[in-house]
């Protein structure tokens, strides 16, 4: 594994990008989402037609998790209504949240809240849709934000290990995915027996 002190500024800002875009894949894949591919290869992403189709092919670091097929339902009825649903949406704030989260748990000395930016927007634009009330939108948000902690520290070392993997291939694929976590949480499971 990759310690933090032995990085420089460069190397450590790479690997930080490498631990978020980690996090958001083993979020989404413990949330039942596919996720075709996750990559930090500007020219991968730029010509890949599933981030095209996705408008995310401008070539920043992505994880190309698939939840329109559930989302979409809930957007068009504009609230949710079954347990369910909530439980979805829930889990799919945790995949969002977990990058920046990760980021700030690698390295909080300089981790820059602004970065979360568009991950925070992307949970705020979808709150403003099904919540009908601030008050609940701020309640459910705090709930995604404590749920993403305690997700983020259960499922640390595989976080680390897909960002490892992920650093130096650069693109890792559907296929190739849960094998990596399985892996990862296998070493996590080897060090608390060790312990």
């Known amino acids: 594994m990759i310690k933090l002190a032995s990085l420089d500024v460069e190397r450590r800002e790479r690997f930080k ?13 413990k949330n039942g989402l596919p996720v075709k591919w996750v990559s930090i290869d500007p020219d991968f992403i730029r010509n890949d037609p599933i981030a095209a189709d996705a408008g995310c092919n401008a070539g920043d670091p992505v994880c190309m998790a698939i939840a329109s097929h559930v989302l979409g ?10 347990k369910a649903e909530k439980e979805f949406v829930l889990g799919f ?6 990058g920046p989260i990760a980021e700030e748990v690698f390295d909080p000395a300089t981790y820059d809240i602004r970065t979360a930016g568009g991950d925070r927007e992307q949970i705020g634009s979808l709150l403003a849709i099904v919540l009908r009330s601030e008050g ?8 995604i934000r404590r749920e993403t902690g305690r997700f983020v520290a259960a499922h640390w070392i595989e976080i680390m290990f897909v960002a490892w993997h992920l650093q130096a291939r650069r693109t890792i694929h559907e296929a190739e995915i849960d094998g ?4 990862g949480r296998a070493r996590a499971e080897d060090m608390k027996e060790a312990a």
């Open 17 to 29: 990008t490498c631990v978020h875009e980690a996090a958001h894949t083993v979020a989404a894949r």
């Open 73 to 82: 339902p809930i957007i068009a009825q504009r609230r949710l209504i079954t």
């Open 93 to 98: 704030g945790v995949q969002v949240l977990a």
């Open 136 to 143: 609940e939108r701020k309640k459910f948000f705090n709930m």
């Open 180 to 183: 990596l976590i399985a892996e």
